[in-house]
């Protein structure tokens, strides 16, 4: 099953509004997109200590820059940072859960300082993965639609850690090409990226 990607708009940023009823009240979630059941939307102030869990582990460790197991003020300032990206940018590191609301991990996009670049991640735990072995390949897939369909981009790369291998697979058969290996915001990465389709027309075409 592939990603929904829906196309009501506003002037921040694309996405839809679903409508829940919880308690007696109606409460609006943004969600950007569907994978079958998984649903990516913002993070909030009260994901702090999910993000922290989450990027504790050894696994969930290699999904970021950090050196170390994630402290509570790594995971304090990751939950800022995808706000502040949000409200800036219109997309960010989304939180990805299931239908019943089960914090799943994360997936979307990381602005890189250094390159003036945008970068496409995720973090999903291994019994995510193990119980739906092609979700990372469609929730990438999903992201790298809703980007250029959704932005002026020429082009999206994917900062991932060398000691990451499981990403980099699923990476590469999104159909991102490795462009090189250095340092980015102190973490050993290679770094793969894929052209929008106007940019690869252009491209062909010239």
């Not at 697979?169 to 990226?193: L, N, P």
Request: hydrophobic letters at 40%.
């Amino acid at each position: 099953m592939s990603c929904l990607r829906v196309q009501e708009i506003s002037q921040i940023f694309t996405g839809w509004m679903k409508v829940t009823r919880q308690l007696g009240r109606t409460t609006v979630q943004t969600i950007f997109l569907e994978c079958g059941s998984v649903r990516l939307v913002p993070f909030s102030p009260s994901d702090i200590n999910l993000v922290k869990n989450l990027h504790s582990d050894p696994f969930g460790n290699r999904c970021t820059e950090f050196s170390t197991d994630c402290t509570i003020a790594d995971a304090t300032d990751f939950v800022r940072s995808a706000m502040q990206n949000q409200a800036d940018l219109g997309f960010a590191k989304w939180k990805a859960i299931a239908a019943d609301g089960r914090f799943l991990g994360w997936a979307g996009f990381t602005p890189i300082s250094e390159t003036s670049e945008i970068s496409l991640n995720y973090c999903l735990p291994n019994e995510v993965l193990e119980k739906d072995e092609s979700l990372a390949n469609r929730l990438c897939t999903g992201l790298v639609g809703w980007f250029f369909e959704n932005t002026y981009f020429s082009h999206l790369v994917a900062v991932i850690r060398t000691d990451n291998c499981a990403v980099r697979e699923v990476i590469q058969d999104t159909g991102f090409y490795h462009r090189e290996s250095k340092v980015i915001e102190g973490m050993q990465a290679d770094v793969f990226q894929m052209f929008s389709p106007s940019m690869q027309s252009y491209l062909m075409s010239a």
